[in-house]
Structures are given as structure tokens and as C-alpha cells.
């Protein structure tokens, strides 16, 4: 499976300030995804990257405060802007191939936000 | 009713047993599913995927039940090392619909 790199691992912000996650693959995947993770709770999609086009959002997420850019196969970011303390959570970035299969997870962001 | 719903658990399970856990789901017209592992502060990793009746990989079982809307996971002879969450993830299905449906997990715990 592709191997997915995600940038930065981890990191501490201040509230009211934005920080712009990487996710970089090896190979060109047809879908990349972005989710949340909060401690003790599964994974909430946020959005779908999609190439050369705005992301596709779910609800309760919006462009504004999760800016998206995937400028082609291989690379997208997640921007998370005006951060306040419940925007702490794991940012994860997964790669998909087709409809029926699985996704592949990066190693994740974990972001705490003072 | 929650789409997918598991047992958060957590499974205390002494090492060498066998232990199994269900998922289940609401929409019949799902169309794949998949069981992810994460160990704690990890990505998730793909244990299994289950398109038909079930699937088998070494000491991991699992098993759809598509007229109950269940999957299950068996794990014989349970390592140290299987603790983690499992987490149960359901495929709504259809080109135009491929959005993955998480559950929030069962936690299990080996214990030597």
C-alpha cells in the first residue's frame, strides 16, 4: 500500500492562531480524505480533497475554519485557522483507491491547542 | 439507532484466549466493511476487509451476517500484542457513494 506522510506530527499552538497540515504520498491516489480524532472518540471525516477542485465538506465542517488544498495526485493540505482549544485533537490524512476499498491512514497530527 | 454501533468494552481477555466481538449496522444496502486496528495515540490499520461472507487471515476471523446486519471479529489464541481498539468500519457503496461509516471502537485488553 502507499506509504503516507504526514506534516507536522505533532505540535502546540496558541489559540487564535492557524497551523497548515501536510499529507504527502508516494504514489498518486484517486481519493484523499482528512479526519478528526478527538481523545476517546472515533474518527469524524472532515472533508474530501479533491484534485483541482474545492474540497467536499461534511456537516458541521465548513471551508472558512478547515481550508483544503490538493494541488495534485500525491500531496493535499488541511488548514486549521483561528484555533481554539476544542480543535485539539488528532488530524488524520487517509488515501483511496476505489469505492470498495480501504482506506490507508498517515501517522497522524496531534494538535493541542493552549 | 447509530449507523454502525460496537461494544466499547473494554475485553479483559487472559493471553492464549479466544475472544470475539460484533458490529452492527443499520443500512442493508451497505457494501463493504473493513476492520481497522489503533493502538493508542495511532493511525488506524487495516486488519481485514469483508466483501462476502467473511474472511480469514491467521489467528483473525471474520464473519458478515448480512440478514442480521452484523460482522463479527474472532481472535484465537490472543497475543499480548492484540490489545488495541478495534474499530468496525461499513462502506455505504456506490460509485458516487463512497463514504466510510466508522464505529467508535471496542477496546481490548490482553492480559498475561
Known amino acids: 500500500s502507499a506509504v503516507i506522510s504526514q506534516k507536522p506530527s505533532r505540535d502546540i499552538c496558541q489559540r487564535g492562531t492557524s497551523l497548515t497540515i501536510q499529507c504527502q504520498v508516494d504514489?498518486?491516489?484517486?481519493?484523499m480524505f482528512w479526519y478528526r480524532q478527538q481523545p476517546g472518540q472515533s474518527l469524524t471525516l472532515i472533508a474530501t480533497a479533491n484534485q483541482g477542485s474545492e474540497a467536499t465538506y461534511e456537516s458541521g465542517f465548513v471551508i472558512d475554519k478547515f481550508p483544503i488544498s490538493r494541488p495534485n495526485l500525491t500531496f493535499s493540505t488541511l488548514t486549521v485557522s483561528n484555533m481554539s482549544p476544542e480543535d485539539s485533537s488528532i488530524y488524520l490524512c487517509?488515501?483511496?483507491?476505489?469505492?470498495?476499498?480501504?482506506?490507508?491512514f498517515g501517522d497522524g497530527t496531534r494538535l493541542s491547542i493552549l | 439507532r447509530k449507523e454502525v454501533e460496537q461494544d466499547p468494552g473494554p475485553f479483559n481477555v487472559p493471553e492464549g484466549a479466544t475472544v470475539a466481538f460484533n458490529c452492527t449496522y443499520s443500512n442493508s444496502a451497505s457494501q463493504s466493511f473493513f476492520w481497522y486496528r489503533q493502538d493508542c495515540r495511532k493511525e488506524p490499520k487495516l486488519l481485514m476487509s469483508?466483501?462476502?461472507?467473511?474472511n480469514e487471515d491467521g489467528r483473525f476471523t471474520a464473519q458478515l451476517n448480512r440478514a442480521s446486519q452484523y460482522i463479527s471479529l474472532l481472535i484465537r489464541d490472543s497475543k499480548l500484542s492484540d490489545s488495541a481498539t478495534y474499530l468496525c468500519v461499513v462502506n455505504l457503496g456506490g460509485d458516487s457513494n463512497y463514504q466510510l461509516i466508522w464505529g467508535a471502537g471496542t477496546k481490548l485488553i490482553i492480559k498475561p
Open positions: 469483508v466483501y462476502s461472507s467473511g
Open positions: 504514489s498518486q491516489v484517486t481519493m
Open positions: 487517509s488515501v483511496g483507491t476505489y469505492w470498495d476499498q480501504p482506506q490507508h
